[in-house]
């Protein structure tokens, strides 16, 4: 009599299906988002194993070198006897078309375009290019506006604008795998006369507190010299900033899993009153009532986040599969590790428990002549 009513309890319930679907939509928002932190934290790491620039130095006018303008005489006045490497950079946002594609790239002109790269560690298929109309193109703009070796694409910046050959394609795991590198000769042409910052490193043998000071006496007002970030700096900022949006948009979940848990625990009550009143006649501890209530919470919660796990990677592989067909450069994929996994319906059963506690302590207080309110 008594497995009868607990099952009749449970049996009678037409909702089930909604509730674990509610909390299996929950769980995959979350799962989607930790799939794609753990993707952007693999990056990160990869780029904190990149090769370390300590000892770079770059000299600019405000806070972004799209904007920074420094004279061009300003090279010749700086002492050269501190510096082991210094090269002027020229910075701008041009209009790219090449063939039927157009888009927004960075461009950077450079006295030596083949000292450049090699200074970055870049590995360059092609040739560097030297004179006014030829450029060099990073890997990821090539593979997305389908840019090839002897290839011509129109630069435009304001009303001007130049034709250049595409004569190398160079992959340096970096940033500038998103610019194109032309000479200085040819932003000058496209931007005016004048860099965007200069860019240097100290002898060893120097003293880099007198070497700065000496540069900084030399420099406009309003221009400053920055100590190259390193990535392993960069790489911890960035995966402390991943890992504490991670932690709120959790606690964000597991707040409405409580909130869903305590309306699924409260309708069960409310629904199944009457047998709950049988099963008190019939001698049923409170205790034993409370535990009914609570694990049929963890069976709809653990059901429900096992699917939403699955729903949640599969959604972002289906995103991420139809963002790399409409945009080849971009490349997304989902990581979630097992450990994520046990961690999510983890806290997705802490959170639909303490959700239905009150729910669940109020139906073994109800009385004969009583409903939960």
């Known amino acids: 009599m008594l497995a009868l009513l607990c099952c009749k309890i449970f049996l009678r319930r037409r909702d089930t299906a909604q509730s674990i679907l509610a909390i299996a939509l929950l769980v995959a928002m979350l ?4 799939s794609i932190v753990g993707f952007l934290n693999a990056q990160v790491k990869t780029l904190a194993g990149l090769s370390n620039p300590t000892g770079k130095y770059i000299i600019m006018r405000g806070d ?5 303008k420094l004279d061009v005489k300003l090279l010749d006045t700086l002492p050269l006897q501190y510096f082991n490497s210094i090269i002027a950079e020229s910075f701008f946002w041009t209009n790219v078309t090449a063939g039927l594609t157009q888009i927004e790239v960075p461009v950077r002109g450079v006295s030596d375009t083949e000292k450049f790269l090699r200074a970055r560690g870049a590995r360059l298929n092609g040739s560097a290019a030297r004179s006014v109309n030829e450029a060099v193109v990073g890997e990821i703009i090539a593979k997305s506006c389908s840019i090839d070796i002897g290839e011509e694409i129109c630069l ?4 001007r604008s130049v034709n250049v050959m595409i004569v190398g394609v160079f992959r340096a795991q970096s940033e500038i795998d998103l610019e194109i590198i032309v000479p200085m000769e040819t932003a000058f042409n496209l931007a ?3 860099i965007s910052l200069i860019e240097f490193s100290l002898k060893r043998n120097v003293s880099v507190e007198e070497a700065l000071t ?3 006496m030399l420099l406009p007002k309003d221009a400053r010299i920055i100590q190259v970030q390193q990535p392993i700096l960069f790489a911890q900022e960035v995966n402390a900033q991943l890992l504490s949006f991670l932690g709120f948009w959790s606690l964000a979940v597991c ?7 305590y309306v699924i625990a409260a309708r069960l009550v409310e629904e199944s009153s009457y047998e709950i009143l049988m099963l008190r006649a019939l001698g049923v501890k409170r205790t034993r009532l409370f535990t009914l209530i ?3 919470i963890v069976v709809i919660a653990a059901l429900g986040s096992i699917l939403g796990v699955s729903l949640g990677l599969v959604g972002v592989q289906v995103v991420s599969a139809a963002l790399s067909w409409l945009t080849p450069s971009i490349k997304i994929t989902p990581i979630l590790e097992p450990q994520q996994v046990v961690w999510i319906i983890s806290i997705t059963l802490s959170s639909a428990v303490i959700g239905c506690l009150l729910p669940a302590y ?12």
């Open 64 to 68: 972004l070198i799209s904007e920074s």
């Open 255 to 261: 707040a409405v899993v409580a909130s869903a848990s």
């Open 31 to 34: 799962a989607s988002v930790s």
């Open 362 to 373: 109020r139906a073994t207080k109800i009385k004969y002549t009583e409903k939960l309110l």
């Open 214 to 216: 000496e540069i900084s």
């Open 294 to 296: 609570t694990l049929y």
């Open 156 to 159: 435009t910046y304001d009303a």
């Open 192 to 194: 005016g006369e004048h």
